[in-house]
């Protein structure tokens, strides 16, 4: 569940997605728990994916949603020890044939403090096979939307 700010941060490149904190996302120290990350990952791309038209349907679901994710990493930085909206800054290093990296960072709803920030590798994958399979334009012209400027040389 994603939770609604009037207030989006403006970002250079990629997109922020508020997301939700429950009191069971929190271990018993207080903290949000290390595996919720990658949930509340998956909570701030959905969102971003859906609106432009690529959903979860059941048989309907496009094909670029079948996916697997081939690493995840992930530094923390500063725990999370509140419940309510933490900021979700995500953006693509990589959209190849078959295969794309994101970058990540999870922030305080201001910006000013960065509580945790990684990577996600993911591969597009052919239903019936299992194996890797082409973006489609669909797919290709979202994610451009997303990609982070190459940095100018030096």
Same mark, same amino acid.
């Given at each position: 569940? %994603?939770?609604?700010?009037?207030?989006?941060? #403006?970002?250079?490149?990629?997109?922020?997605? @508020?997301? #939700?904190?429950?009191?069971?996302?929190?271990? =018993?120290? &207080?903290? $949000?728990h290390?595996?919720?990350?990658?949930v509340l $990952?998956?909570?701030?791309?959905?969102?971003?994916? %859906?609106?432009?038209?690529?959903?979860?349907? &059941?048989?309907?679901t496009?094909?670029?949603?079948? @996916?697997?994710?081939?690493? *995840? %990493?992930?530094?923390y930085?500063?725990?999370i020890? =509140?419940?309510?909206?933490?900021?979700? @800054?995500?953006?693509?290093?990589? *959209?190849? #044939?078959?295969?794309?990296?994101?970058a990540?960072?999870?922030?305080?709803?201001? &910006?000013?403090t $960065? @509580?945790?920030? &990684?990577? !996600?590798?993911?591969?597009?994958?052919?239903?019936?096979?299992?194996?890797?399979?082409?973006? %489609?334009?669909?797919?290709?012209?979202?994610?451009?939307? $997303?990609? !982070?400027? =190459?940095?100018?040389? =030096?």
């Open positions: 569940m %994603t939770h609604a700010v009037a207030d989006q941060p #403006t970002v250079e490149f990629g997109h922020v997605e @508020h997301v #939700t904190v429950h009191f069971d996302d929190l271990d =018993a120290m &207080g903290i $949000l290390n595996a919720r990350y990658a $990952l998956e909570r701030a791309l959905t969102p971003y994916w %859906t609106e432009r038209g690529l959903a979860y349907r &059941g048989s309907a496009p094909p670029d949603l079948f @996916h697997a994710v081939r690493e *995840f %990493t992930i530094s930085r500063a725990p020890a =509140a419940t309510g909206p933490v900021a979700v @800054h995500f953006w693509l290093e990589h *959209f190849g #044939t078959s295969s794309a990296e994101y990540f960072e999870f922030r305080s709803v201001d &910006g000013g $960065l @509580h945790a920030e &990684g990577r !996600r590798a993911i591969v597009r994958l052919d239903p019936a096979t299992l194996r890797p399979a082409p973006w %489609t334009e669909a797919a290709r012209a979202i994610a451009v939307t $997303l990609l !982070r400027p =190459a940095a100018t040389p =030096a």
